[in-house]
């Protein structure tokens, strides 16, 4: 798997392209990229995904299953 971080997000899988949702989504993944093998707090993760925007239940909102668990199956590892 090859993320490319600068510029506009890009993933790519031994298929080509994957596609990984919307803006925060990739945002988190970003992050969590940026982050490897190091441990991300949510509060961390909420920033990152919206900006100065953050929404009041922006953590809840990381934490939502549609969000980080989207991005599993593009694991390489395939962690759960």
């Given at each position: 798997?090859?993320?490319?971080?600068?510029?506009?997000?890009?993933?790519?899988?031994?298929?080509?392209?994957?596609?990984?949702?919307?803006?925060?989504?990739?945002?988190?993944?970003?992050?969590?990229?940026?982050?490897?093998?190091?441990?991300?707090?949510?509060?961390?993760?909420?920033a990152a995904?919206?900006?100065?925007?953050?929404?009041?239940?922006?953590?809840?909102?990381?934490?939502?299953?549609?969000?980080?668990?989207?991005?599993?199956?593009?694991?390489?590892?395939?962690?759960?």
């Amino acid at each position: 798997m090859l993320l490319r971080l600068l510029g506009a997000l890009q993933v790519r899988g031994h298929q080509g392209e994957l596609q990984v949702g919307g803006a925060i989504t990739r945002r988190i993944l970003a992050m969590l990229a940026v982050n490897a093998n190091r441990p991300v707090l949510v509060e961390g993760l909420a920033a990152a995904a919206w900006d100065d925007e953050e929404p009041a239940m922006a953590q809840r909102q990381v934490q939502k299953q549609d969000r980080c668990s989207a991005l599993r199956p593009h694991s390489p590892l395939g962690v759960s």
